[in-house]
């Protein structure tokens, strides 16, 4: 069984930045960190093969976002730089025992964390 952990949310003003993190537990093979903001869908936001250095990034966030795994500390990480008010949102981790998948689909993930708020004033 996979177990997930979010933590690091918070509020922030526009330009400001925020490191999510996320402890897991259990065997995985695919990462990610969704978000659902008021009203609106879950989105993908950025992917991690555990096997392959090569994260993966919505175009809303390039530049400006960075996702991590620490395999040491099972924890998975995203750092997020230049925050805009439109980034506020719901923030989840979410992980899949297989790679090959679409990413940035939420229903295509079995396990999701709780959740951690991420709020942007301007």
């Known amino acids: 069984q996979v177990q997930l952990v979010e933590s690091g949310g918070g509020s922030v003003q526009a330009g400001g930045s925020l490191r999510l993190s996320c402890a897991v537990s259990?065997?995985?093979?695919?990462m990610a960190w969704f978000r659902q903001g008021p009203g609106k869908e879950r989105e993908g936001v950025a992917g991690?093969?555990?096997?392959?250095?090569?994260?993966l990034y919505a175009d809303s966030v390039k530049g400006r976002f960075t996702i991590s795994r620490d395999n040491a500390k099972n924890t998975l990480s995203l750092q997020m730089n230049s925050l805009k008010p439109e980034d506020t949102a719901m923030y989840y981790c979410a992980a899949e025992k297989r790679a090959d998948l679409p990413w940035y689909i939420a229903r295509a993930y079995t396990y999701w964390g709780q959740g951690t708020q991420v709020t942007v004033s301007s």
């Open positions: 259990g065997t995985t093979k695919f």
């Open positions: 991690l093969s555990t096997d392959f250095d090569y994260p």
